[in-house]
């Protein structure tokens, strides 16, 4: 199977292993399955060629033998019906595979988004300081059903897989904020995500990208 994914070939330090093509790495890696990079410069995003790939222009984007696909949530679950290592074992796994990748992306990474990026992209302005009660409290109650509902569980959805990856790539975004530690249970499942080898391979791929296109 040939497998094909798109990255951004350079980000600003601040950027660098966080750029959602991660997750895709991540899943292959887990895999076991090769893939090549088409790495994108300033600009490329906006061709027609990349637009006809990815409607966005944002990354990843993927394509194998089979499909040509987009959003790295629909890419992690396609992956994981085509890989053994990740494929759900039966049809209510696969259900919640599905339920717990949405999850993650519609419920829990947008209220992080909110409260990590505003400092990042707004630093200095007024509002910023402020806002961050806000965030916070929508945050807190995010993260107390997700704490729930993991309870003592050392995985989603019984043993590892792409729910997982999407769910720490998310949860990452807290790593540094004292917010996380409020829930020891998801701090630890985060260390316990985050310690896979797979995770190791596919942060080195990203940045051998990044290390190669890196401007003069």
């Known amino acids: 199977m040939t497998i094909e994914i798109s990255a951004f070939a350079w980000v600003p330090p601040f950027a660098q292993g966080y750029v959602k093509d991660m997750r895709v790495r991540w899943a292959l890696a887990e895999a076991g399955l090769p893939y090549n990079v088409r790495a994108l410069a300033d600009g490329d995003g906006n061709?027609?060629?990349?637009?006809?790939?990815?409607?966005?222009?944002?990354?990843?984007?993927?394509?194998?033998?089979?499909?040509?696909?987009?959003?790295?949530?629909?890419?992690?679950?396609?992956?994981?019906?085509?890989?053994?290592?990740?494929?759900?074992?039966?049809?209510?796994?696969?259900?919640?595979?599905?339920?717990?990748?949405?999850?993650?992306?519609?419920?829990?990474?947008?209220?992080?988004?909110?409260?990590?990026?505003?400092?990042?992209?707004?630093?200095?302005?007024?509002?910023?300081?402020?806002?961050?009660?806000?965030?916070?409290?929508?945050?807190?109650?995010?993260?107390?059903s997700l704490s729930n509902a993991l309870g003592t569980r050392e995985w989603l959805t019984g043993r590892f897989g792409v729910a997982d990856i999407v769910m720490a790539t998310v949860l990452r975004g807290l790593e540094e904020d004292p917010i996380l530690a409020e829930f020891p249970n998801l701090a630890a499942y985060l260390k316990r995500c985050l310690a896979r080898p797979s995770f190791a391979t596919a942060l080195a791929a990203q940045m051998e990208t990044f290390r190669q296109h890196e401007p003069a």
């Open 47 to 144: 061709s027609a060629d990349y637009r006809a790939w990815q409607p966005f222009g944002q990354v990843p984007a993927f394509r194998d033998d089979d499909v040509i696909l987009f959003e790295s949530g629909a890419i992690l679950l396609h992956i994981a019906r085509k890989a053994e290592a990740l494929a759900p074992r039966d049809a209510q796994e696969a259900a919640q595979t599905e339920a717990w990748v949405f999850a993650a992306l519609n419920s829990i990474e947008p209220k992080i988004d909110n409260l990590i990026l505003p400092p990042i992209f707004y630093a200095g302005e007024a509002w910023v300081d402020g806002w961050r009660p806000h965030a916070e409290r929508l945050v807190r109650l995010r993260l107390t």
